[in-house]
């Protein structure tokens, strides 16, 4: 940078080093580059392979481009009766919603009774949701799934949303942005006679739109991409979400590679664009929180 | 005067209440449903005790006692000093996590810390174009993952054997061939262990861009203006400023990578001869495949002591109290 601000003479004397730098700035660009074939290499395969036909994916050596380009494979997952594609979007995006949707509301009325109220057995209380939020959900795992099926909710899209409705994490970041509220406003809100609903629906809430979105759009990329507990809960085909419903296909599917990976094509998809489209708030989420 | 005075006595206690009724309004739902909370935890922790499988029937009290009998610390006797196959296979899957950890770690380590300090150099447009695909394998879903990493390791017709036969190599069976392998680790877990890397490396490059952004840029002239190279401004400047974030990047690495489970169920389900079966396998399986329950509880108590003790370990050894 600074190089182009020197005389031309002090460029032509400096010569040997511009050589040295410019080695150096390729080799720069070099690992970037490869850092980022080796990123994007696999999406391109999985792409590419969706568009190929069955026979063509089992060639050896393997083809890059499609030899004969063809929308056979996305046809046939649409038209697929046994895999009713809307029905699990739905399912996973109902998941996925309503954990966004109850998660953000107790995270941000817990939060702010945190950060603005004084009661007794306030602080055990905030150690517990601090301590909760070292335990790895393997711990919890089998007394929930027994308690679920005690209850009979084992296959239900509730059983699966009822263990995170509260979430120790949004609570504590959120208490942190409720206590840079000023005092004023609240008070101020009281005086003209605001019920305290009220004054967290239409003063607390407002002001918390950019930490509600950033743990808004990560929750929904959590639970959408969930496996494991799902897995547990949802046995049964058609209340499957999304993850799940791409293992069951690629056990059903062998030997039909093109297909299955335009399956995954259709399945993880629809999350990489709304990433692109929030990308702003996700990194910065990600970062702010350590979330994962 | 004096009514108004009174009113804002009245006003003053009244609002006390109505905080209060706030406050016990959301407090009592919450304990409710935190009991909930504190209800399963007791019982994971009764669990361990016990030999439990919800096949049987048991005691009056969620079924423990009676044909599920109370064995004290026997689930655990038996994992160090047991013959049993589930003995057996608890220890080879509490090495295959160590190992799949032990291994994840530097690794991505070694590709996320200087690919950012690269992303450093280069213009802020390219940078968060880099910075957005890096990312987007972190939040593919890791069945997704699983399976393109499958296709790609096909023995057949897969790009990786292509690649190796192209270059004159034999062609290796990644996933399934139990007697391959490289460095004392089995092909099959290193296949996977690529895998994983790849996706979660991106998550690390965005928290280490961020934080060499967080460094002021005149302590690096400064030190360039004093005649350090660029390697030792990243050395002795770079690297001691950044070790919160190191300290933070380690700990959230070694804590998913002991939990690992999504990719490794779906590319190998443990397999070959058990050569990839890791810690929350053995216990999903044992726990839902086997109804072996209070054994699967008393592994998820041991895989949580060892986070428990790695992150405390790595919060003591990297613990920085000063800032810039």
């Not at chain 1, 309503?98 to 055990?124: C, D």
């Not at chain 2, 400023?241 to 190998?268: A, E, G, H, W, Y």
């Amino acid at each position: 940078m600074a190089a182009n601000s020197l005389p031309v003479t002090a460029a032509r004397t400096r010569k040997p080093v511009h050589w040295g730098k410019l080695f150096s700035r390729f080799l720069l660009y070099f690992a970037l580059t490869l850092g980022l074939s080796f990123t994007l290499l696999p999406f391109l395969m999985m792409i590419l392979s969706s568009f190929k036909t069955n026979v063509e994916v089992l060639r050896v050596p393997p083809t890059f481009w499609p030899e004969t380009f063809t929308l056979e494979n996305y046809v046939k997952i649409f038209n697929d009766p046994k895999l009713p594609l809307l029905r699990f979007y739905g399912n996973s995006a109902f998941v996925a919603v309503f954990n966004v949707v109850s998660t953000l509301f107790t995270s941000s009325l817990i939060g702010y009774m945190f950060a603005k109220f004084e009661f007794p057995g306030k602080k055990i209380l905030f150690g517990w949701f601090l301590t909760m939020m070292m335990i790895p959900g393997q711990i919890t795992m089998i007394p929930s799934y027994l308690i679920l099926a005690k209850l009979h909710l084992i296959n239900s899209l509730w059983g699966l949303v009822i263990f995170s409705a509260v979430d120790a994490f949004g609570i504590f970041m959120l208490r942190q942005f409720c206590e840079t509220l000023p005092n004023e406003l609240l008070d101020a809100a009281r005086i003209d006679g605001a019920s305290e609903w009220q004054i967290y629906l239409r003063i607390v809430l407002p002001q918390l739109g950019a930490p509600l979105a950033t743990l808004g759009i990560l929750g929904f990329m959590q639970t959408w991409n969930a496996y494991l507990w799902p897995m547990i809960v949802l046995q049964k085909i058609e209340v499957r979400t999304l993850p799940i419903i791409l293992t069951w296909f690629n056990s059903t599917h062998t030997g039909q590679g093109a297909l299955v990976m335009a399956a995954t094509v259709m399945i993880i998809m629809p999350i990489l664009f709304v990433f692109l489209f929030f990308q702003r708030w996700i990194v910065q989420g990600f970062t702010m929180t350590g979330f994962k | 005067m004096d009514p108004a005075g009174k009113a804002q006595r009245k006003s003053k206690g009244g609002l006390a209440i109505v905080k209060r009724r706030f406050v016990a309004g959301v407090t009592v739902p919450l304990l409710l449903y935190e009991s909930l909370g504190i209800f399963v935890l007791g019982w994971a922790f009764v669990l361990i005790f016990f030999d439990y499988s919800s096949g049987r029937l048991g005691g009056p009290i969620l079924g423990l006692g009676g044909s599920n009998p109370f064995i004290g610390l026997g689930n655990f006797v038996e994992m160090i000093t047991g013959t049993s196959v589930e003995a057996n296979l608890f220890r080879v899957s509490l090495r295959n996590t160590l190992i799949f950890a032990v291994a994840i770690l530097p690794l991505n380590l070694a590709i996320t810390l200087p690919l950012a300090w690269l992303l450093e150099s280069i213009g802020i447009r390219f940078k968060s174009l880099y910075r957005t695909i890096y990312f987007l394998p972190v939040l593919t879903s890791s069945v997704g993952v699983a399976l393109i990493w499958m296709s790609m390791y096909d023995p057949q017709a897969g790009w990786i054997n292509a690649i190796i036969r192209f270059f004159g190599g034999t062609p290796v069976s990644w996933l399934s061939d139990p007697r391959a392998g490289f460095a004392g680790v089995s092909v099959a877990m290193w296949a996977v262990i690529l895998a994983y890397l790849w996706q979660d490396y991106g998550y690390n490059m965005v928290i280490f861009i961020a934080a060499f952004q967080g460094i002021p840029q005149e302590l690096k002239d400064a030190a360039l203006i004093d005649g350090a190279s660029p390697w030792h401004v990243f050395l002795k400047i770079t690297i001691p400023l950044i070790r919160p974030t190191m300290l933070f990047v380690c700990v959230m690495t070694m804590l998913s990578s002991f939990q690992v489970f999504d990719i490794i169920q779906v590319m190998t389900n443990g397999d070959p001869g058990n050569q990839t079966q890791v810690l929350m396998l053995d216990i999903y399986k044992n726990a839902f495949r086997y109804q072996n329950l209070g054994w699967a509880a008393a592994e998820s108590f041991v895989l949580f002591l060892i986070v428990m003790g790695v992150t405390i370990f790595q919060m003591r050894v990297l613990r920085t109290d000063w800032e810039y």
